[in-house]
Nanobody
Framework: QVQLVESGGGLVQAGGSLRLSCAAS????????MGWYRQAPGKQRELVAT???????NYGDSVKGRFTISRDNAKNTVYLQMNSLKPEDTAVYYC??????????WGQGTQVTVQV
């Protein structure tokens, strides 16, 4: 049974930082493209960042230069370092894992709230 468990969300002041973690189990983590997506109230879920099995990264335009995605295959964990947070970053952040074989897994989400 595949599980993706996010942690590290919370309340932070604008300009502050948070690091999200997503621990995976039940899957061959190293072959998956891992990603972070977010959904704010009343909005569609959007891409934050992805990292491939070869450590190639991709970022949404709104977070480029502020957020960094990384992975530790030995720990089956993907991270999202978020710096210079803005109120518009407030959302539920979801961890995702996709494989070339068509597998597509989601975590339960973690709330990030950025106060002015």
């Amino acid at each position: 049974q595949v599980q993706l468990v996010e942690s590290g969300g919370g309340l932070v002041q604008a300009g502050g930082s948070l690091r999200l973690s997503c621990a995976a189990s039940g899957m061959i983590f190293s072959i998956f493209t891992m990603g972070w997506y977010r959904q704010a109230p009343g909005k569609q879920r959007e891409l934050v960042a992805t990292i491939s099995s070869r450590d190639s990264t991709n970022y949404g335009d709104s977070v480029k230069g502020r957020f960094t995605i990384s992975r530790d295959n030995a720990k089956n964990t993907v991270y999202l370092q978020m710096n210079s947070l803005k109120p518009e970053d407030t959302a539920v952040y979801y961890c995702n894992g996709k494989s070339w074989g068509g597998a597509d897994y989601w975590g339960q989400g973690t709330q990030v709230t950025v106060q002015v």
